[in-house]
């Protein structure tokens, strides 16, 4: 279907909608799309004052509130068309300290979300979600992968009108947070930049690549289905040493060692998806479970054939992996960095 036919003239609510992927959405909405209104749902009121004077928009509507407290999200649904449910604790180390929060959040809070969106008859809701959630071994992670699960039970709930689906992709580049940021402020500090593991493999993606993974799984998905955006992979080595050169940094790379909770490499698809998964151009579908489908046959057949991926699953080990050069091109073509060497 048609983007533009999906969502002109709805009501959109994105929760979490002050991140940096909220602003650059929301953004995309108003600019590109004749949406009839576009709601923020979130807690923090100083990002929506900001949001709301950096777009001067009388479509643009915010509410304050918490995804984990039901009646709000109940309240804040009526009415609304489109869900795209971005809010989310999302830092590894954080959830490994406070696991009950990221319990609150990610699952509780998706769950309400899930459940106002099917009882106010709610057109359909994209969740997104993380190559943390596929092999989890970290609580943002686990969160993750059991917010994917509710997801795809709810999609099986014949009662609902709502269509339910979702998007999975790795780390987005220079979002609030995020690793190169990160290192850039460690540089402005005149320090080291530490890293856990020089071989340490991410998949990467541009802030615009998730936010058309998205807008994609919205005009295209049906029930049950995950959506992964085609990636390259960068090593933490190969992005902290591209910076060194790029900003001719000279205090150097200091290995700290991997943290609790965080993996070598990340997988966007697991084997086990492998047979359920259908390339589709710039993305992956991966199709949910079906009851009753015999899957031995296609451990016996073999796996991977139709989608052209690897049998253990699409990992940030087996992607395509940028060179060096490759890297510092790839991070020469954010605005931000643009903006740190000027």
Same mark, same amino acid.
């Given at each position: 279907?048609?983007?533009?036919? +999906?969502?002109?003239?709805?009501?959109?609510?994105?929760?979490?909608?002050?991140?940096?992927?909220?602003?650059?959405?929301?953004?995309?909405?108003?600019?590109?799309?004749?949406?009839?209104?576009?709601?923020?749902?979130?807690?923090?009121?100083?990002?929506?004052?900001?949001?709301?004077?950096?777009?001067?928009?009388?479509?643009?509507?915010?509410?304050?509130?918490?995804?984990?407290?039901?009646?709000?999200?109940?309240?804040?649904?009526?009415?609304?068309?489109?869900?795209?449910?971005?809010?989310?604790?999302?830092?590894?180390?954080?959830?490994?300290?406070?696991?009950?929060?990221?319990?609150?959040?990610?699952?509780?809070?998706?769950?309400?979300?899930?459940?106002?969106?099917?009882?106010?008859?709610?057109?359909?809701?994209?969740?997104?979600?993380?190559?943390?959630?596929? /092999?989890?071994?970290?609580?943002?992670?686990?969160?993750?992968?059991?917010?994917?699960?509710?997801?795809?039970?709810?999609?099986?709930?014949?009662?609902?009108?709502?269509?339910?689906?979702? +998007?999975?992709?790795?780390?987005?580049?220079?979002?609030?947070?995020?690793?190169?940021?990160?290192?850039?402020?460690?540089?402005?500090?005149?320090?080291?930049?530490?890293?856990?593991?020089?071989?340490?493999?991410?998949?990467?993606?541009?802030?615009?690549?998730?936010?058309?993974?998205?807008?994609?799984?919205?005009?295209?998905?049906?029930?049950?289905?995950?959506?992964?955006?085609?990636?390259?992979?960068?090593?933490?080595?190969?992005?902290?040493?591209?910076?060194?050169?790029?900003?001719?940094?000279?205090?150097?790379?200091?290995?700290?060692?991997?943290?609790?909770?965080?993996?070598?490499?990340?997988?966007?698809?697991?084997?086990?998806?492998?047979?359920? +998964?259908?390339?589709?151009?710039?993305?992956?579908?991966?199709?949910?479970?079906?009851?009753?489908?015999?899957?031995?046959? /296609?451990?016996?057949?073999?796996?991977?054939?139709?989608?052209?991926?690897?049998?253990?699953?699409?990992?940030?080990?087996?992607?395509?992996?940028?060179?060096?050069?490759?890297?510092?091109?790839?991070?020469?073509?954010?605005?931000?960095?643009?903006?740190?060497?000027?």
């Amino acid at each position: 279907m048609d983007t533009k036919e +999906t969502i002109n003239n709805k009501t959109i609510m994105v929760t979490g909608g002050t991140g940096s992927f909220g602003n650059c959405f929301v953004e995309r909405l108003l600019r590109d799309f004749n949406s009839k209104e576009v709601i923020v749902f979130s807690r923090d009121e100083k990002k929506q004052l900001d949001m709301r004077n950096r777009f001067e928009d009388d479509r643009l509507k915010f509410i304050i509130g918490d995804v984990r407290e039901k009646d709000v999200v109940y309240r804040a649904m009526k009415g609304v068309d489109l869900v795209f449910h971005a809010a989310a604790l999302k830092q590894v180390p954080t959830g490994e300290f406070f696991p009950i929060e990221m319990i609150r959040t990610n699952i509780l809070g998706a769950y309400n979300v899930i459940n106002a969106a099917a009882d106010n008859n709610v057109k359909k809701v994209v969740v997104l979600s993380t190559d943390k959630a596929v /092999y989890p071994i970290n609580v943002m992670g686990m969160t993750k992968a059991l917010m994917e699960r509710l997801m795809i039970a709810d999609s099986r709930n014949k009662r609902n009108k709502t269509i339910f689906c979702g +998007t999975r992709y790795g780390n987005v580049m220079y979002t609030r947070g995020s690793v190169i940021p990160f290192f850039i402020q460690l540089i402005k500090k005149n320090r080291p930049l530490t890293i856990t593991d020089s071989g340490m493999t991410r998949f990467m993606l541009f802030l615009k690549d998730s936010i058309d993974l998205v807008l994609y799984a919205m005009a295209n998905g049906e029930n049950g289905e995950i959506f992964v955006k085609k990636a390259p992979v960068a090593t933490v080595g190969n992005i902290a040493q591209s910076l060194i050169e790029l900003f001719d940094y000279k205090k150097g790379i200091e290995e700290m060692g991997i943290r609790p909770g965080e993996k070598m490499h990340e997988t966007l698809i697991s084997r086990e998806e492998l047979f359920r +998964t259908k390339d589709v151009g710039d993305f992956y579908k991966v199709s949910p479970e079906v009851p009753g489908v015999d899957y031995r046959k /296609y451990y016996f057949e073999g796996i991977g054939g139709k989608n052209g991926l690897p049998e253990e699953g699409y990992k940030s080990s087996n992607a395509k992996r940028l060179s060096l050069e490759e890297t510092k091109e790839m991070l020469l073509s954010l605005d931000e960095v643009k903006e740190e060497l000027s």
